[in-house]
DNA sequence: CTGTTAGCGCATTCAA
DNA sequence: TTGAATGCGCTAACAG
């Protein structure tokens, strides 16, 4: 292992100052033509590389985007992070992934090494228990993070007001719950199941809040028999279906707040013998790669998955007169498979 | 947008030298009990946090692995991703996530940004080209690591031999489609169809090895019609089964090399009437988070994605004697659910 | 166009 | 136990 060569080190080799290596290596710099070539043999020859530590260090940035999210292989956020990821890459920079498992200790520790790593932006993703609590503590996330020349980017989740010091990339989540339920509405049903989230999530709140949109543009009144919260597993919504079919509940239609819980339902649905979608309709939420695979194709809402990522870094890179508090909200679209059929 | 404090602000407002506050924030350092309290208070009243890169510059290490890979969406490779991520954090490092999209030129861009980057660890995850270039060119990214300090895994693709300067941390490939192999034969089969991939990918040629393998343990004969190479798309799946149907071909059961061949292939036989398992059995690969939910379940080999991940981390990380180019091999084992039949 | 030099923020000798 | 001084490798003035 041999001692890795510094700028001194090629300059020396190929007869120049350092500052002339630095230049031929940042390439924006007028340098004559052969001492150029001279400075990138010496470069090939000792095999060198830069210090990504001592650049960041001299200069400022850090060309490095951090991610931080609940996990890394649901298909939710895996999407986001491809999306982040490619356009990371197309602006030049590393992408540092964090998971949190929904810990804001881990959370508050990731934004603190953030800082340290001075991160060009940091971007974080998903619904959240929204309350004083989170508001405050994201205040001081973003403070923190601006003195260190980064920026706080809520990505997935709403904005915290125009006045907050944040970039904000979020979805139409409950135009697409509205948009799935006059869907369903249109078909003639009228008696859906919500299968819902957590009370308090941003995510499944606005999902909740669609849904009772929807439903009274129709004019239909909600039962609250046939909306439950439950978390949104696979095994939730399989109970939860289960449960509404062993009490009787009436009903011809789902509207599962995910396509996780969409399958449990559909399992459920399947072991009672009903039949999708000849006995009861059904769609998810989220437009998962399983959504396709399922029997039947789950109809499901589409969410821009990849464009959420890539609008995230864009927004934080770009410098001028506030960018750092700026809002987008990028729209959803009903993925219509064989999941769903009209009443008459 | 406040300047963002120092070491030396530290020490000014704590009325001590630099050194002093360097010793308590590192911590193993013996320091007088009331300057430590003395120092933290200042920390906190300025909201400091120390500057990565000043500190790698200085010290040697820069606590970040990198994880390269295909891409980020595919449940294979998420799951490597979450092992390692799991285990970085667990060992106090970032984890730098990047994607090739099976493109040598962006790998080796990769690999010399995180030489850039001092990274402790550089992760290769994944199924290869095996040939002379790839080999030559693992060396080279090998020695260029070595040199930096880092270090080169190989996780899920096979060794390049004991004397390689690489850590490998593979899977029981070959072993795992022996089994599945070995499951259909043991359940009757004796004509089954293997949907394969590319050739020359490490992944898929092991597989195929262990299907031939198997077959040759229970003394029946390769039918070459039966074994088909595509890309193994959900495409391909179901556009080779739908071929094979087409032409007529005689089989009882489908060894898809993964679960998404498999989804296709199910797809094809369900649009020909064919009913899994009655009719036609089928085993995947990988078991990914869709073979549950797949109608009928699908029966898969298990791979033990998120310990590869943590063992690459894990043994990257483990100074000492030899500790740079070891090989752990892990086991794999089927997952039982309802898309195989036993014949008669 | 090229060289010299002064930091960037921190860890780490070496003294005290 | 603490402080002063040095250097990590590089970029960015500032001269020439």
Do not use: W
């Not at 630095?22 to 007028?30: E, F, H, T």
């Not at 995910?258 to 000849?278: E, I, S, Y």
Request: proline share 5%; hydrophobic share 40%; aromatic share 6%.
């Amino acid at each position: 292992m041999n001692k890795r060569p510094t700028i001194r080190d090629v300059a020396a080799l190929a007869g120049v100052s350092v500052a002339t290596v630095s230049r031929v290596l940042s390439g924006d710099y007028p340098v004559a033509g052969n001492t150029r070539t001279k400075v990138q043999r010496a470069v090939r020859e000792l095999d060198y590389v830069v210090n990504a530590h001592a650049r960041a260090l001299s200069g400022a940035t850090s060309n490095v985007v951090a991610l931080v999210m609940y996990d890394v292989v649901t298909p939710f956020f895996a999407h986001i992070a491809s999306g982040v990821e490619y356009q990371a890459t197309e602006s030049d920079r590393l992408c540092l992934v964090c998971t949190t498992h929904g810990d804001p200790d881990r959370e508050l520790e990731i934004v603190k090494l953030m800082r340290e790593q001075h991160a060009d932006a940091v971007i974080l993703v998903g619904g959240v228990l929204m309350n004083d609590d989170y508001r405050e503590r994201m205040y001081r996330y973003a403070k923190g993070l601006e003195d260190a020349g980064s920026r706080l980017v809520l990505c997935g989740r709403p904005s915290l007001g125009p006045d907050f010091p944040a970039i904000t990339v979020e979805y139409d989540n409950a135009g697409g719950a509205y948009a799935a339920t006059s869907h369903l509405l249109s078909a003639g049903h009228r008696r859906i199941v919500l299968l819902g989230g957590p009370v308090g999530n941003t995510t499944f709140d606005a999902r909740l809040d669609g849904y009772r949109r929807a439903m009274e543009a129709f004019r239909v009144p909600v039962d609250p028999a046939l909306v439950v919260h439950d978390d949104m597993s696979q095994d939730a919504g399989f109970r939860q279906t289960q449960r509404l079919l062993a009490a009787g509940a009436d009903f011809t239609a789902i509207f599962a707040a995910n396509d996780l819980a969409a399958a449990g339902a559909m399992r459920a649905l399947r072991a009672a013998g009903k039949r999708v979608p000849d006995d009861v309709s059904i769609i998810g939420y989220d437009d998962t790669p399983m959504a396709p695979e399922l029997f039947p194709a789950l109809t499901s809402v589409h969410l821009p998955h990849e464009e959420l990522g890539r609008t995230a870094v864009k927004l934080a890179l770009q410098r001028g007169e506030n960018s750092t508090r700026q809002h987008v909200m990028l729209g959803t679209h009903i993925a219509m498979r064989d999941s769903v059929r009209p009443l008459i």
